[in-house]
């Protein structure tokens, strides 16, 4: 019997795959992901005043590895440097295979590792996997530190790394759980937003609700959408930003508005040009959302963002002609920037603007792809 495969079933399906040898080793390959509106409502909707809403894709970038079975815990990787990039340079670190000594390695200070030990211990203790994995991960394009959920592309890395390799058969809303509770581990009081990175270069919707589970629904995108992300080259202390904005959250009814009502309005409108391929509204869109932070929220972490390099870069007049609009990314603060380009030829004119003026930022091409005809409800 032959099983005919939907093209939207394909156009969902297309990047969540592992390659699997037999069990013995995997080759695994984990986005990063740019939150295009709605951040910072995973963990409000916690609070239950309002139900949080997000519009996330995965980045061209991220990481490449290699995973095989191990006694220990294993992960050799690229050492970045203090921009959060790539020196060419590696470094393994192992750690005994007992929970014990999985939690202890969670609360190390180095950041990349503890994540991988917090995300290994959850397969561990939730799904009584009985070995490591030796992780090599060979490429690593992602910024660092930046905004574009690095930290959540490692645990959901090391998750699928178990998941191949031991053929554990987990379902991608259980990677993800493993995932966020392995970052949760290390004292990190990230939302479960990022752990979306697992659906790649397709588009998703995401509502939060206090104790209840995440809804998560595929974007068909009406048409191509073509931007870029911009690593500022700057400083943001994602930990303080979120400490403060939590604090601030019970007592101010402008960060309510801000990432309940307002959020959601804006949400729907991006929900629909998104589908609809409209990239003059989308672009639009994140620079009302941009608007709405600066005034609502961003007072109440001024330290962190008061975001000097994308306030910079986002009045850059040199963009005006070749974008439809921009915002900041993740948490905020001086880490990344996202812009929505005209054409693919303003995309190729800003990036080179950008080089000229701010040497130091790195930009990175992203495209938002349009779906199959009939995943995107368009008629044959």
Known sequence: MTIAISERTRYILRTMSDINTGG??????????????GEHTDWAADFGLHAGHCVVIGTDQGLRATAR???????????????????????QVTCTWDGESLKAAAKDDLEFFRHCA???YQMLDRHGVTGG??????????????????SAAVCILVARAFNAVYRLGLFPHELMEAAYLGERLTG????????ACIYGKTPVLLTFQKSADIRIEPVFPGGDI??????????????????DLNAALPRSRALQQALGADNERVVRQAYQAIERGQ???????????QAIF????????????????????LGFDALASHVFGGKGVGSQGDGTAQFVARSPDDRDAAIGRIAERFPTMQCFPLTIPAAPRQAAGVPE
């Open 279 to 289: 990239a003059e509204t989308l672009g639009l869109l994140m620079t009302e959302a």
């Open 133 to 150: 994995v030796e992780l090599h991960i060979g490429e690593m394009d992602l910024p660092l530190g930046k905004g574009v959920s690095s």
């Open 118 to 120: 917090g995300t290994a």
């Open 24 to 37: 013995a080793a995997a080759e695994l390959f984990v986005s990063g992901r740019v939150c295009l509106f």
């Open 226 to 243: 073509e931007m870029f992300i911009v690593d500022l080259a700057g400083r943001k202390d994602t930990v303080r930003i979120l400490e």
């Open 294 to 313: 600066d005034e609502k929220v961003a007072p109440h972490c001024p330290g962190e963002l008061a975001s000097p390099l994308l306030h910079e870069l």
């Open 188 to 195: 990190s009081q990230c939302g479960r937003m990022d752990q």
């Open 69 to 91: 079975p191990c006694d220990d815990l294993v992960i050799q990787t690229l050492v970045p440097d203090a921009d959060g990039r790539p020196t060419g340079r590696s470094r």
